[in-house]
Every structure is written in C-alpha cells, then in structure tokens.
C-alpha cells in the first residue's frame, strides 16, 4: 500500500497521514482552543472517545520512533515476544518467550493477519477501528484479543504495534510486541461481574442518567440516555458525554428558556452542594411530539470528579393517563365503564362523549371557595367524589347552607337556567375530583344536547325543592333531625362513612350555634347511630339515622 | 497560601508533552513553590482517565482546585496564559 503520508502546513519535516486523519479530528476535536493547539503543533496525541484509545499525531510519531531505540530495549522486557509485519499486516517474524516450540504460537502463524485464525473475537466494529489506525499508519497499543493456543486452549494477548518506514519515509509494515494477558483477563473478568451488572443495570433502567463532574460536564451517561440524544435539539435532547450540561441549559431558547434557566440553576445548586436535590418538570418538543419530563439532580456520593447524577424521565404517557377522567377513581369512562358522577352516567355514549372533550379531571381542596356569590361562573362541576356545599350569606350572619352537591349532581347550575353570574357560595368541604368545563364551552354543549338538557332541568328542579325544604327544615326542625338529615345526605353523597367536619363547620352549615351542635352530635352518639371525636364524623347505623332524621331527607330524596 | 491542584495530561515522552513538563514545573517553582500537587498521566497508558475528566488533546493543563475549574491546551509555553489559567495574578514587571 502506497504511503500516504504528505505535507498539510508546508513543513516539509512533519509529514500528515492525509485528509482522513485530519478530518477525523476535527469531528473529534470541537473546542477552538483545542483546534488551534492542534494547528500550531502543540498537541501530541488525540482520544477518541468512541475507541477510548489515545493515538499519536504523525510529529510525535515520528519523534518517538527517531528515540524508539532505546525503548525498544525496555519493551523487550515488557513484553513476552516481538513480531514484525509487512505492508499488508500480514506477521514476517516472531521471536521471543512465548514462541516457538513451548509458546502460545508457532510458525503457522508467519503470513496471518490479526484478523485470520488463530486470533479471533475481535467485533466487526473494532476491527473497522484498528484497520482506520492501520490506514493512518498510527501507532496502536494494547490492542486486547483472543486467541487459540497450539494447544487448542484460549488465550488473551496485548498486541502493541507501530508503523515502519525506511529511510525515503516508504511505509514498510508494522513491528510491535506482544504479552499473553490471559491470567489478567481472567481475574479481570471475575472483578468486572458486579460492575458489568451495575453497569447493565442502569443501561436496562428506562430513565436516562448522567454524571456531570463540579463544571457541570457529562463524564457518563446509560444508554437510554445515549439513545435519545441522537436526533433531538434544545432541552429534550440529552447532553452527550464530554460536552457541557450547563451550557446546554443556557442554550435553551423561546418556550424552552424558562425550564433551561430552572434546570441550569437547580444543577449549579446541587453542584455546590447547597441542596442535596432538585426536581423539576417541563415540557418540550421531541421528535416524537411534545413530551413531559420529569427531571432529577442529585448528589453524588463519594469523592472524585463527579459531582451530581441527572436522571430525567419521561412521564408524558403517566400525564396523559392522570388526565383521562375516571383513571383516579378506577373508572375507565372512555371506554364506556361506569362513570362516577350520575347526572352524566344518565346520559346516552353519544351525548356524553360530545362532552369528554371539553372536560379536565380537577382535584377539589377542602375549604376551596369555587365561586362567591355575584361572580360570573366561569367553569362548571361534575364531582366524581368531592362534596360541595352552596351557601347563601346575609349581611351580619354566618353563611348558610342551601344545598349539597355531591356525585349526584352539578355545580353551576344557574347556567342551565341562563343566568351566568352565581348566587351562592360553593364551598369545597370534602375533598375529592371533579370534571371541569369552561362554561361557554359548556353552553353551546347543552345547547346541542337534549338529553343533557333534560337531566340537567330535572337536577334544577331537584336543586330548588332541597333549598326550600332546607328553608322549611332550618326554621321549624329540631338540631337533632336537621344534623341526622344532614348527615345522610352527605352519607349519601360522599362515597364513605367517615367524614371529616368541626363543629363549627356544621353549625354554620345547619345555621345554629355552636353548642347546639354538640348537644345533637352528643345525642345522636349516645344512641350509637355516628362516632365522633376530633371532627372525624362516623355513621353506625344508617337506618337508625334514617329514622331519627326529620322527614325533609325523604322528601329532598324523593325528587332526586 | 491556597494548594492549587491540577493534572497535566501528556503522551509518552513525546515532544510537546515532554515540553509542558518542564514549562510546568517551572511556573510552578517560580510561583508557587510547594503549594500545589500536580499529577502527571499519560493518556496512552489511561486515556479513560482523560475522557473522565473531559480531555480529549495533549498535552492539557486542568486545573481541580480551587475553583474554578480550569483548562489549557498546549505545549504551556505561553506563560501569561498558563498564569491566568491557574489564577495566578502576574507579577508587575
């Protein structure tokens, strides 16, 4: 094979392997203090992290080789025996311990290549490698391979080698050494099982990891996060090994600038050790569409040059699973599964899937106000198992309760009447989920819906007749049957037989004092019909309750 | 005084690396006598050790400690920038 080696900077004395090993470090080598470095001579050797090999530039080479001599006396200590190759890598000679008649090779070896029998196992790709090294006439060093023995038994060898070239600099082949490195190898193989299955461990985990040392650069990542650094730009993409996660972050611009400026500050935070954790959640655009991540900054234990673990998951198909209604409470509604909330199980697949929609699943916090009287009602509720009670307030009193509304019914009904401002208080007091839609969108749906229309006009109705009797029940009925009515309807609208409720919470709800309170809970417990202690409220017995209730629970009942 | 530390990255005994030895050692007498601890590798026998730490040219200077972290590229003749890497203010001359 024709050298080719030639000149690049018109230095006659430094010969260059040519455009590919020039090209090839300019793909490895990116930084321009690097690049210039390399340009005015400076460097001696590149590493390319794919090989993890270093390989000297042709100037140190060829320096080493001029005081090769010396140490090649050295190397004939070092290694158990020498070989040399012709242009085409095929073996001229060998000589040394492990040759001839009681060595690891004999003569049959002379016109081989590495790449013929008896040597093996080398993988396509680093073969592809070493023939690269081969073809820019680079030294190579401890290139590990198998073997077979003139025994028939594997071996492991350590083959080094560099480039010869005669006097004119015509590239005359390769002479090297070689070590048999099979007791090494061995006892490596048997200390590398529990970090080969650490590492296999985190290359199976779904979450992409990597380390970044205290200047924020990744110094490792598993493989789901090499994986997904191919083909991916801004903060979705994962930083790669050697480059700056930092930097990455700050990169970040338009939508993504927000979460990179929170990711790049979490990070230096842990870095610096001012807190042993950070998470955040965010949004961006992958090649697969918009994905949700949940990213992790943690401190890494020990010393050295790592300093945090980034672990970054993709959540959106967890996202997309929390909003589907009914994945909360264990209905599957889009799959046509028992719906929580009854007014909507009334309605016909069809009218409620026009629905669906326009609906977000919302949690309901206890003592959350969803409107006040004469505010516009901007959403509507269908609670699944929250409970919410409407209040009417008048000036100088404690607010009273007019109504509940519970899986049975709707909040914001004065819409279906047309009225678009609220006249109540609704007030969260058990907390639980419920469907949301915005009302305008809600609007032109009851429009469209008769079915809706008619359950919703009955619930109207139902709505009214509670309030009156609330009305009748508040001003003429004992504590004890208002408290007993009132529980069985929260009873019959939450979805459990413990609630949690003060004492002043009920006297405001039942519109009597305090103490009132606590006579008729006291009361009703001495009958062992509920428990209570510490605001925690629990029915025994139902049917007891039923009968010390005033008649109004059957009469609101009956129209629902 | 404060230990600076810092790990050269070399190849072998080859010209430019054997040159930043030496360029080294003698800021590192003329500036910071005894406070400091160098480590010398050689990428050839532990190139891992360089891609750890983000070197991928030699020979280069990183400097660990104190921070902030440090890097220069080059055979260290430069003796301005090898002071400003390291943080050491230059003498008024």
């Not at chain 1, 040519?18 to 590493?47: C, M, N, T, Y």
């Not at chain 1, 073997?147 to 594997?154: K, L, V």
């Not at chain 2, 160098?38 to 280069?60: C, H, K, N, Q």
Request: glycine letters at 8%.
């Amino acid at each position: 094979m024709k050298p080719d080696l030639r000149v690049l900077d018109g230095n006659p004395r430094r010969p260059d392997a040519g455009p590919g090993l020039s090209a090839h470090i300019l793909r490895l080598v990116k930084s321009a203090p690097e690049r210039r470095a390399i340009a005015s001579g400076q460097v001696d050797a590149v590493i390319d992290p794919a090989t993890g090999k270093a390989f000297l530039l042709p100037a140190a080479q060829q320096a080493l080789r001029e005081d090769g001599a010396s140490v090649r006396g050295l190397l004939a200590l070092a290694s158990d025996w020498r070989w040399e190759q012709d242009e085409s890598h095929r073996f001229v000679s060998h000589t040394g311990a492990a040759s001839g008649s009681s060595g690891v090779f004999d003569e049959s070896i002379i016109g081989k290549t590495l790449r013929d029998p008896p040597f093996d196992t080398m993988s396509e790709a680093d073969w592809r490698a070493h023939q690269r090294l081969l073809e820019w006439r680079a030294a190579f060093r401890d290139l590990e391979l198998g073997c077979t023995d003139r025994a028939g038994g594997m071996r492991s060898v350590s083959i080094s080698g560099e480039p010869v070239f005669d006097a004119q600099d015509r590239f005359k082949g390769y002479r090297g050494t070689m070590r048999d490195i099979t007791l090494r190898k061995q006892s490596e193989a048997l200390a590398q099982k529990p970090l080969r299955l650490a590492c296999d461990t985190l290359d199976a985990l779904a979450v992409q990891l990597c380390v970044l040392d205290s200047a924020g650069n990744v110094i490792l990542a598993n493989k789901p996060a090499g994986a997904f650094a191919a083909g991916s730009r801004g903060i979705g993409a994962v930083v790669p090994v050697g480059d700056n996660y930092l930097a990455a972050c700050d990169k970040a611009r338009g939508s993504e600038r927000k979460d990179g400026v929170a990711i790049a500050a979490g990070v230096r935070q842990v870095i610096a050790g001012d807190s042993p954790l950070f998470r955040h959640e965010y949004v961006c655009n992958s090649p697969a569409g918009r994905c949700q991540y949940s990213l992790t900054v943690t401190a890494y234990p020990g010393d050295g040059a790592a300093r945090v673990v980034v672990s970054r998951e993709n959540v959106t198909e967890r996202k997309r699973a929390e909003r589907i209604p009914g994945n909360v409470t264990g209905h599957k509604v889009a799959e046509g599964g028992p719906i929580a909330n009854s007014l909507l199980a009334a309605l016909p697949a069809k009218d409620y899937q026009g629905l669906l929609a326009g609906f977000e699943l919302v949690t309901l916090t206890y003592g959350e106000v969803l409107f006040e009287p004469g505010e516009p009602i901007r959403h509507v509720y269908f609670p699944n198992d929250s409970l919410v009670s409407l209040l009417t307030t008048i000036e100088g009193h404690e607010a009273l309760e007019v109504g509940l509304v519970g899986r049975e019914g709707m909040i914001g009904i004065s819409l279906v009447l047309g009225m678009d401002v609220s006249s109540v208080r609704a007030l969260v007091q058990g907390a639980g989920t419920a469907m949301r839609m915005n009302a305008a969108r809600f609007r032109r749906q009851f429009r469209k819906s008769l079915p809706l229309q008619g359950e919703l006009y009955r619930y109207a109705h139902a709505m009214l007749v509670q309030a009156r009797q609330t009305a009748a029940c508040n001003r003429f009925h004992e504590v004890q049957g208002r408290l007993a009515r009132w529980l069985l309807m929260t009873h019959d609208r939450a979805r459990s037989d413990q609630f949690l409720l003060t004492q002043k919470f009920l006297a405001d709800m039942l519109g009597v004092r305090r103490a009132g309170v606590t006579k008729a809970a006291g009361s009703l417990q001495q009958r062992k019909l509920i428990s209570y202690s510490r605001g925690k409220i629990r029915m025994l017995d139902r049917q007891g309750l039923e009968a010390a209730s005033c008649g109004c629970y059957e009469a609101v009942k009956s129209h629902q | 005084m404060t230990i600076v530390e810092m790990r050269l990255y070399i190849a072998n005994n080859a010209p430019n690396s054997v040159r930043a030895i030496a360029n080294l050692e003698a800021i590192c007498k003329e500036h910071l006598k005894d406070n400091f601890k160098l480590e010398i590798i050689d990428v050839l026998e532990y190139p891992l050790r360089a891609l750890a730490d983000g070197i991928l040219v030699t020979p280069s200077l990183a400097k660990m400690s104190p921070s902030p972290a440090a890097k220069i590229v080059g055979n260290l003749s430069d003796k301005r920038s090898v002071l400003h890497a390291l943080g050491i203010p230059e003498p008024v001359e």
